[in-house]
């Protein structure tokens, strides 16, 4: 026997069987597949769109009604996947199809049908109390389909019909203009403006998790495709909710945040200073940069020439580096503690347990507390140095947790190199265990940063005095100077005890203060809420960076 | 010169079957399965003899072993192990896993304490002092006595602060910020250990131009020799070393070998291996560990692979069980 018919034989077998190494001709499924996994996408796009009130439901584009046209689109869907249904019952069967559709599709379209039936049955059917009973009934059909029938027959037919009837009710307008609904046990009327969206988005969900595994042939590589979709969908919504809530927030605030910037290069006295000898003043001039940003360089009143948040600032930058101070210490020698010298056990564990539940308690406690137990001690007035400790302790658990796991994941051969070079405990902590979780101990503070620089509650209570300061205290006096008395050195004088505001209060003032006029000015508040919170993310980012570097490079 | 303390073995078939630990000691392992029923009968059958452990050589030992026992909770996993080991010499310890060598060399500096369940019983004496006894200085005992990995462990810093790592913090090299200042800075006697260490090692022409790269970036059999440069550079008389070629290449396991030797020179070097060619081409004197923690031969490495009294250690080292 030659080499050659060898190959031939092995050729022949291959096409001749259907679950073959090499796959039969794939292009017109493929093709089906694609076309209705993109009506399915348009559709749920087109929910999303209309969800958002960029095109609204009711408007005409192009001469087409917006909700019959996506109702179409999704009436096509489901179409499509029945005639796929269809076509592989009567001839053209699909690739791989299992014999049974499984539990996960048994329960979605069983769930389904047993919504959409109920819905239909006390509403558009007016069927009153007998909508239980057709809910199970459908539910249950759907069902009893799915597990019984082969997965390409199971998974087209009951989500396919599904599909069409949602798409068929939206795109013939009988949830349309005019269509009102208000069930008995619920408050308030479903008009079109919400429905459709919500159909569109459901459904449209539902069709191209089917329509995806069509594309892809039924069986594991259909599965594949189908959750593929469904990640890949539920990733986008994420991604697109924050980048609106973020440029929502840009968008409104970057106006009002930058109004009246002014700025110019002009030649004017640097500097200046008295010569002891010739008893004059030398002045020396150059160019100067001058900027002014009355937002974030004025306080509130009648007398600035804008208003601004320049005292709510200052009060959030020395809020957090306080409570970061005070928190990160206290809470990495915990860590260390329970971490390296508790025996683990039952007492690390009431700690941890104890720890999460701290983490969990509501700010509004914390401000309790701190205006129960702080606020008395420290001068018996709202102050800065009160806000700094009640957050450094909401703080405290975050970095406990976090520094605890990170110390955790430090291989225990550094422990053991170390110890077997006759390196005491201690000093391998300090100068080998501590390093290596450094990168997990500031991740840990960078999270726990971006929840009390938002803090309003405990700030409320404990730290400010006036919704809208004119200036911001002064907390640093004075720098090192010179003194004619002992001990002839005068060091600047630390104030913490006054009290401050702080931007996420600011906000709320504003708010309570009546949005009308100050619509705008709340929104630029929140915009440079939002840079001073990336700001401070943007420092623990660079450090971690800094000390990741130096445990790899 | 040594003596065992529990020379008889009355070992019957269920002691062979109780799951011992593995050399880390955590993880238990089944020494022999029912399908190796016959060399079990034979291993157990054989009563170990005192005269078997017994090694004769020239000078004091470097270290004495006398009787030593290791439990980890219920396990026994050391019985009554009894050896001197020669000064300047290398040593190899072989046995199948879970016989308890690894456990045996951690006991050398004590690294046997980190592992809270172990409890060690006996005496271990190191040029003639006793290392297991109250007020005994653990930093002084594991600068003399050395330990080398199995898996290579640098730590995440450059290889100049790897192999500067010990001696910085025994004081030995004063290179912080207030020596600097107060000009009492060390670099120079700094960079001449990390080159005298590095090229003791062997690793000196292959790292010379980048001292200040992170260990992590060499590969495994140069991480291997950085970590034994780092224990030569705190200056051990004692070199322990827990099959330190066994996660490595053969090329780079011939380097560590010839370094093992080259070292002998000038330490004392006990080795755990569980390759026997490798025990027969590096160590002077071999000691055989079987199963339940049992020191059973322990003599020249000539003498143990070549005529070795026991019928089970000629087994094991003629690859009939283990």
Redesign the interface.
């Known amino acids: 026997m030659s080499l050659g018919t060898e190959t031939t034989d092995t050729d022949r077998t291959e096409s001749d069987r259907g679950d073959g190494l090499v796959g039969g001709d794939s292009s017109g499924r493929e093709l089906a597949g694609g076309l209705l996994v993109a009506a399915s996408a348009a559709a749920l796009l087109g929910g999303f769109l209309t969800l958002l009130m960029f095109v609204p439901v009711s408007t005409t584009v192009m001469g087409v009604r917006v909700g019959t046209f996506l109702g179409g689109m999704l009436a096509l869907a489901g179409a499509g996947t029945m005639a796929v249904g269809v076509a592989s019952v009567v001839g053209a069967p699909a690739d791989r199809p299992r014999h049974s559709g499984g539990l996960v599709d048994a329960a979605v379209f069983g769930l389904a049908w047993f919504v959409a039936g109920g819905l239909l049955a006390a509403y558009p059917l007016g069927l009153g109390t007998l909508w239980p009973a057709v809910a199970l009934v459908t539910g249950i059909g759907a069902t009893a389909l799915a597990l019984l029938a082969r997965e390409d027959v199971g998974v087209t037919l009951p989500g396919g019909a599904l599909v069409l009837l949602s798409g068929g009710l939206v795109a013939t307008g009988v949830v349309g203009p005019g269509w009102t609904w208000s069930p008995s046990s619920f408050s308030a009327t479903v008009t079109p403006t919400t429905a459709v969206p919500v159909i569109l988005i459901v459904v449209g969900l539902l069709a191209g998790w089917i329509t995806a595994r069509i594309y892809g042939g039924f069986g594991a590589k259909g599965r594949q495709a189908g959750a593929y979709l469904l990640v890949g969908a539920t990733a986008a919504g994420m991604l697109a909710f924050l980048g609106l809530l973020v440029s929502f927030i840009v968008v409104r605030g970057f106006g009002p945040m930058t109004d009246g910037i002014e700025f110019g290069l002009f030649w004017g006295p640097v500097t200046w200073f008295h010569l002891p000898v010739l008893d004059e003043w030398l002045i020396i001039e150059g160019p100067i940069v001058w900027f002014y940003w009355p937002f974030v360089m004025e306080g509130y009143g009648l007398t600035t020439p804008a208003n601004g948040i320049y005292p709510a600032i200052v009060g959030t930058v020395w809020l957090v580096a306080g409570a970061v101070t005070l928190a990160v210490p206290l809470g990495v020698g915990a860590a260390v503690f329970l971490t390296e010298y508790a025996e683990q056990g039952r007492f690390t564990f009431l700690v941890e347990t104890a720890t999460n539940g701290l983490w969990s308690t509501p700010s509004i406690v914390y401000g309790l507390f701190g205006l129960a137990f702080f606020v008395p001690r420290l001068g018996n007035t709202n102050s800065l140095l009160a806000g700094q400790l009640v957050l450094g302790f909401m703080l405290l658990p975050l970095v406990v947790i976090t520094s605890r796991e990170s110390l955790k994941s430090v291989?225990d051969?550094?422990r053991?190199?170390?110890?077997?070079?006759?390196?005491?405990k201690w000093?391998t902590i300090k100068?080998?265990v501590l390093?290596?979780a450094m990168p997990g101990v500031i991740t840990g503070v960078i999270l726990g940063v971006g929840r009390i620089a938002g803090e309003t509650a405990p700030i409320l209570l404990v730290m400010v005095s006036e919704p809208f300061p004119t200036e911001a205290p002064t907390f640093v006096d004075g720098g090192f100077r010179f003194i004619g008395s002992a001990p002839f050195v005068a060091g600047p004088e630390l104030d913490l005890v006054q009290s401050s505001s702080a931007l996420p209060y600011q906000l709320y003032a504003v708010i309570t203060a009546g949005l009308q006029e100050n619509i705008e000015f709340a929104w630029a508040t929140a915009l440079v809420l939002l840079l001073v919170v990336m700001s401070f993310y943007a420092i623990g980012i660079a450090s971690r960076i800094y000390f990741r570097r130096k445990?790899?490079? | 010169m040594s003596e065992t303390g529990t020379t008889s073995s009355e070992t019957d078939d269920g002691q062979s079957e109780q799951p011992s630990f593995d050399d880390d000691g955590t993880e238990p392992t089944q020494p022999a399965g029912p399908g190796s029923s016959q060399t079990v009968g034979a291993e157990t059958d054989e009563r170990t003899r005192a005269e078997w452990v017994e090694y004769d050589f020239e000078g004091d030992p470097k270290l004495a072993v006398e009787d030593l026992d290791v439990y980890y909770g219920d396990d026994h996993a050391l019985q009554g192990v009894s050896m001197d080991i020669p000064e300047e010499s290398v040593t190899a310890l072989i046995g199948p896993s879970g016989c308890g060598k690894s456990t045996f060399l951690r006991c050398l500096?004590r690294?046997n304490d980190?592992i809270k369940a172990a409890e060690i019983d006996g005496s271990v004496e190191l040029d003639g002092e006793e290392i297991y006894q109250d007020r005994v200085d653990?930093?002084?005992?594991?600068?003399r006595v050395?330990?080398v990995?199995q898996?290579p462990?640098?730590?995440?810093k450059s290889i100049r602060d790897n192999i500067a790592?010990?001696p910085r913090?025994?004081g030995d090299l004063r290179t912080g910020l207030v020596a600097r200042l107060l000009g009492r800075d060390d670099a120079e006697e700094e960079d001449a250990l990390v080159e005298r260490s590095l090229k003791q090692a062997a690793i000196w022409d292959e790292v010379e131009d980048r001292l200040d790269?992170?260990a992590?970036g060499l590969s495994g059999g140069q991480q291997q020799r950085l970590?034994i440069a780092?224990?030569l550079a705190?200056g051990p008389e004692v070199i322990l070393m827990d099959e330190p070629a066994s996660a490595l290449d053969p090329i780079a396991t011939s380097k560590i070998e010839d370094l093992i030797e080259e070292l002998s020179e000038d330490y004392t070097v006990v080795v755990v291996t569980h390759n026997m060619q490798q025990a027969a081409r590096i160590s002077d004197q071999t000691a055989v560990f079987l199963t339940g923690g049992e020191l059973v031969e322990y003599d020249d490495t000539d003498k143990i692979f070549e005529n070795p009294e026991s019928q089970r250690v000629e087994d094991y080292i003629t690859g009939k069980f283990g």
């Open positions: 291989p051969e550094y053991d190199a170390s110890a077997a070079l006759g390196v005491s000093e100068s080998v390093p290596a445990l790899t490079a | 500096n690294m980190r653990l930093v002084e005992l594991r600068k050395g330990m990995f898996a462990n640098p730590f995440p790592y010990g913090k025994h790269d992170n992590l970590c780092r224990c705190v």
